[in-house]
């Protein structure tokens, strides 16, 4: 039994399909299925069972592929610091997340760690969902992920780091405007900017909305949240987002509180923390702390209430103690 045979066996379990994982590996078909048989032969039981339209892993085969499958991952992101460690302070790190996550969020982080570690090369990739975000993880296609903090998921580690409050985008003459906060009866009249089904979010949203005896049916809908507080602003619709901190919002949107609603959690998700390469820790470290030293007025505060923190497609920094709030990760 080799690596290799277990690094065949889990993406032939994942793909369903010897044929599909031979064209993807640039191998022939009956060398794909030489790594199965081998480990069938020493283990002493069939893996796999052949169907018409693929193969799919037996009892035995369910197994070992959940083993393997933790297994590889710990031992690539093992490989992975061992490498980066010979290397020095160079390198490449790769960050999945929302399409304006960086600037919500990890602005000043950036700058910062680009100024301590000048020659690691930073990637970031988009997703548009968290699910998307933790198949990158599994696939080893990216060593952090920033997400919304939602249920566990198998082979995924998540760290919430601030909570988000929620907001009611409006246009400024509105009526609702005006509001130092609305409630659900408030809600069940609006003309409600739905956000991404498949985003942890949007799923979040309409799943509280039906408790509040609030109907989330909507003809409108947006890929991120920065979006659905711009359709607001132009006066298509009212939109439900999370509030981030930062200065108020330009143009004539404004932002009131729904106390109503209970928080949404975003932070990181890797696969092993223990794992993490100094140099993806050190990233993390560095958004944390700016994070931290970041604050804004909380959500119906201050001398523009009613104009508070500009929500978008991440997260934003989180005042202390004061409408969004940073949880203790490390």
């Known amino acids: 039994m080799t690596l290799d045979d277990l690094r065949t066996f889990v993406a032939v379990c994942e793909a369903g399909s010897l044929s599909a994982v031979a064209r993807e590996q640039h191998r022939t078909q009956p060398a794909v299925s030489q790594h199965v048989r081998r480990l069938e032969r020493e283990l ?15 009892h035995a085969g369910r197994i070992l592929y959940a083993a393997a499958a933790e297994g590889i991952g710990g031992i690539d992101l093992a490989l992975r610091r061992l490498r980066e460690l010979l290397d020095g302070e160079t390198g ?6 929302g399409a304006t996550t960086v600037r919500h969020f990890m602005a000043e982080a950036v700058v910062a760690y680009r100024e301590r570690y000048p020659g690691v090369s930073l990637e970031f990739q988009t997703e548009n969902s968290s699910r998307g975000c933790f198949a990158a993880l599994a696939a080893d296609d990216a060593d952090l992920a920033w ?14 780091v601030v909570e988000l409050p929620w907001v009611l985008a409006v246009r400024d003459d509105d009526p609702l405007a005006e509001k130092s906060a609305v409630g659900p009866g408030d809600l ?7 956000l991404p089904g498949n985003s942890t979010s ?15 049916a909507s003809a409108t809908s947006v890929a991120d949240w920065d979006t659905a507080v711009l359709l607001a602003e ?12 930062g ?19 975003v932070g990181w998700a890797v696969r092993q923390w223990e794992a993490l390469s100094p140099l993806a820790r ?3 470290d560095a958004v944390d702390r700016s994070l931290a030293e970041r604050s804004g007025p909380a959500p119906g505060e201050g001398e523009d209430a009613g104009r508070e923190d500009l929500p978008g497609a991440g997260a934003g920094p989180p005042p202390r103690n004061r409408g969004v709030t940073r949880k203790g990760v490390r």
């Open 202 to 216: 949007g799923s979040r949203l309409d799943s509280q909305l039906p408790r509040l005896g609030v109907p989330s």
């Open 44 to 58: 002493g039981l069939g893996l796999l069972e052949r169907r018409p339209r693929g193969v799919t892993p037996t």
């Open 234 to 245: 132009l006066g298509l619709g009212h939109a439900l987002v999370p509030a981030m901190p």
């Open 92 to 97: 490449s790190l790769r960050i999945t997340t």
């Open 282 to 284: 050190a990233f993390a």
């Open 188 to 194: 069940a009249g609006i003309q409600h900017i739905r």
């Open 247 to 265: 200065p108020p919002p330009p143009g004539r949107v404004r932002l009131v509180p729904v106390p109503a609603l209970p928080p949404l959690s």
């Open 147 to 160: 997400i919304t903090i939602g249920p566990p998921v198998r082979g995924i580690e998540q760290r919430p």
